[in-house]
């Protein structure tokens, strides 16, 4: 689906992201060579690769925590629910295409161009408390609090496919499979971690709308480059933002990224003060920019212009 917007001076189309369908994995090698490729359904790997999740047990990743101990070791507080998903092992994919070895790491992408890239270690040999890497494509059960997930495969599953951390419950008080902040600090390295500022949050690496999975061998060396913004999605009770990465839980943004923790702002990011902002807060995988007024969207801003011009020709004809 595409979106297009129309000024006097140019035509901006942009992809609008969504559920996905299908993955497409590919392994390069250091010179960027193809050396394995091949594109899969939901529907394959299910019936072809093993199922993890049963369709009841939900599991839930961190978002950032503002009052206390940033790390909250003890898991207290800011739990995203991901709902009660199955899906494939990231690691079975990835040997659909020549597989990982140490030094590799694999990109996770998003239909809006929003990626994370991991190690060799983290998929192939995951700690429990990080728990397996899956890529859900289905949920049994959605979310009793937070942001609405969908329910069934997608596009009923609205924010699927999606990376879900399958952690253990042996750190959680409430015995919750919740890949914490503090389990990211202790599995994985700094360079897979996700922060707002100073603020760990693993909500940020559950993203939506996966379509790609490409395996970079002797390790990725691209830039770091932020998601496209994404214009449309599934809003359920104005809860959910609009970018594929870190999905809010509460009173999230509407034009972007990583809305996650419900403190999300309206255009991209997790907001520090609790509440909603208007440009920041950590607004999923979502785009820049800032507020969405009308002057923001591309071709309004030229609007007085061309106005002040139609009425000083119009002044000169009368004369």
């Given amino acids: 689906m595409f979106v297009f917007f129309v000024s006097t001076t140019s035509v901006t189309i942009v992809q609008a992201a969504g559920p996905t369908t299908e993955v497409y994995v590919v392994k390069y090698a250091e ?37 206390g101990d940033k790390w909250d070791p003890n898991e207290t507080r800011s739990y995203k629910d991901k709902g009660a998903v199955k899906g494939t ?16 790491d694999v990109m996770i ?7 994370v890239e991991f190690g060799y270690t983290n998929v192939y040999e995951p700690q429990s408390r ?13 979310t009793k609090v937070g942001e609405s997930q969908g329910v069934g495969y ?12 399958f952690s253990d419950n042996s750190t959680n008080p409430e015995k919750k499979h919740v890949f914490g902040v503090w389990d ?37 060396t691209g830039e ?18 609009v970018g594929s990465g870190e999905d809010a839980d509460g009173e999230n943004g509407v034009a972007g990224g ?11 990011g997790e907001s520090a003060d609790g509440k909603d902002g208007v440009a920041g807060g950590e607004g999923d995988s979502g785009g820049a920019g800032g507020s969405t007024g009308v002057g923001s969207l591309p071709g309004f801003g030229s609007i007085p212009v061309i106005l002040g011009l139609l009425l000083v020709a119009y002044m000169g004809r009368t004369r």
Avoid at 224 to 241: C, F, M, N, Q, Y
């Fill in 258 to 268: 990583k809305s996650t923790d419900g403190e999300d702002g309206v255009d991209d």
């Fill in 109 to 115: 992408r998003a239909s809006d161009g929003y990626h």
């Fill in 130 to 142: 990080q728990g397996v890497m899956v890529l859900s494509w289905y949920n049994g059960e959605d």
């Fill in 31 to 67: 010179n960027g060579t193809i050396l394995h490729e091949t594109t899969v359904t939901y529907q394959w790997m299910e019936a072809n690769l093993p199922v993890y999740g049963d369709g009841v047990t939900h599991y839930y990743h961190q978002g950032a925590v503002f009052e």
């Fill in 224 to 241: 770091d480059v932020g998601p496209a913004k994404s214009l449309s999605t599934r809003i359920s009770g104005g809860e959910e933002g």
């Fill in 184 to 220: 990211m600090h202790e599995c994985l390295p700094e360079t897979s971690q996700h922060f707002y500022e100073l603020y760990p949050s693993t909500n940020g690496l559950s993203i939506k709308w996966v379509d790609e999975l490409r395996i970079y061998r002797g390790g990725y």
């Fill in 154 to 165: 997608p596009p009923d599953y609205y924010t699927g496919m999606r990376l879900v951390f």
């Fill in 89 to 104: 092992d990231i690691r079975d994919m990835c040997d659909l295409a020549g597989g990982m070895s140490p030094g590799d």
